[in-house]
């Protein structure tokens, strides 16, 4: 386990906050973050060591520093010896909040194979939990079973993207799984997102509805997309309604995924859950109440929109009312 100072130390980062055409200013009205500017906010970057978003420990006495160096200073205390064996240098998760009021563009992510490849990074599986949704929320998951490769490519050769992308209805507890080759957006509505995902940023844009940033319109990716689309894929999605649930302590436990890259589960707790240690590290996102964290003699007050990073070998007692992604490998 990590050990700073002979106490067991649960980390949180500082929120790496990105503005988006498509944002909203959802993080400050529903997760009572404090927004820098006046500006629409689409992404919250929770937990990443990628790059393009690098966290940064805001509490105790790794303050200040990037999950990038703690990473390598501490190995296998920090995540497990089964990832540093597994994944080596390179930390394999990404969490982020997402506040889509916009259309997103019409995208997909490669496989490990294809990004590994040809982008010389991680590829892209990732999951959606919808934590908010309006009435009329729409997202675009897959083709349309009829669509061919032939018929894809013809079409969007002319930049004619009509009649290609299936179109499904969502809710607030709906949960996705987002894999590689799958095209996805949104289309109408607003949704707020709890978004696991592997460590990459890469994304092929296929339609960005012709909207222009600065006067000049966003750049498409047809050719690598087409190289990773994977056509007559469907997407199922699980409705909080449909789930599996079981009772552990004062908690209900849903296994939303065990996958190959991550495996999550959504806890809905009130009163007090004691969450083993694992031999992996593990990260809570919570998704709505108030309560606290208990990890030896230390405790930490969380609310919804919070996010901790627990290292391997960390038991965790969860006390509240609380709702909790809990991700981990």
Not at 5 to 31: A, C, D, P, S
Not at 278 to 287: D, G, M, P, R, T
Request: hydrophobic fraction near 35%.
């Amino acid at each position: 386990m990590l050990v700073l100072g002979g106490k067991m130390y649960l980390l949180k980062f500082k929120k790496n906050l990105v503005e988006k055409i498509w944002g909203g200013r959802g993080f400050e009205t529903t997760l009572g973050f404090q927004l820098p500017t006046d500006e629409l906010y689409g992404e919250s970057w929770e937990v990443s060591c990628h790059p393009a978003g690098m966290s940064y420990v805001e509490n105790g006495e790794l303050e200040g520093k990037s999950l990038e160096d703690i990473f390598k200073k501490y190995g296998e205390e920090l995540v497990g010896k089964e990832i540093v064996e597994k994944y080596g240098e390179k930390f394999p998760l990404l969490i982020k909040y997402l506040d889509i009021n916009d259309k997103l563009s019409v995208q997909v992510h490669p496989s490990d194979e294809y990004a590994l490849r040809v982008e010389k990074e991680f590829g892209k599986s990732e999951v959606w939990y919808v934590m908010e949704a309006s009435s009329d929320a729409k997202l675009i998951l897959g083709l349309k079973k009829e669509i061919t490769p032939e018929i894809y490519k013809e079409k969007v050769d002319k930049k004619d993207f009509t009649g290609l992308f299936n179109e499904v209805s969502v809710k607030k507890g709906d949960f996705i799984d987002v894999k590689p080759g799958v095209v996805h957006g949104t289309l109408e509505g607003s949704i707020l997102i709890c978004e696991i995902q592997q460590n990459s940023d890469t994304t092929y844009r296929i339609y960005d509805f012709d909207r222009e940033v600065n006067g000049v319109k966003r750049e498409l990716h047809l050719d690598k997309a087409m190289d990773v689309i994977e056509f007559g894929k469907d997407v199922e999605i699980s409705s909080e309604v449909s789930r599996e649930k079981i009772r552990v302590q004062d908690a209900t436990v849903e296994e939303l995924i065990r996958g190959e890259y991550f495996s999550i589960d959504r806890l809905l707790v009130n009163g007090i859950f004691q969450d083993e240690s694992y031999k992996n590290f593990k990260i809570y996102s919570i998704l709505d109440g108030e309560g606290k964290l208990k990890s030896k003699e230390k405790e930490y007050e969380v609310k919804k929109g919070d996010t901790y990073f627990i290292p391997a070998n960390t038991s965790v007692t969860i006390s509240g009312k609380l709702e909790v992604m809990k991700s981990y490998i």
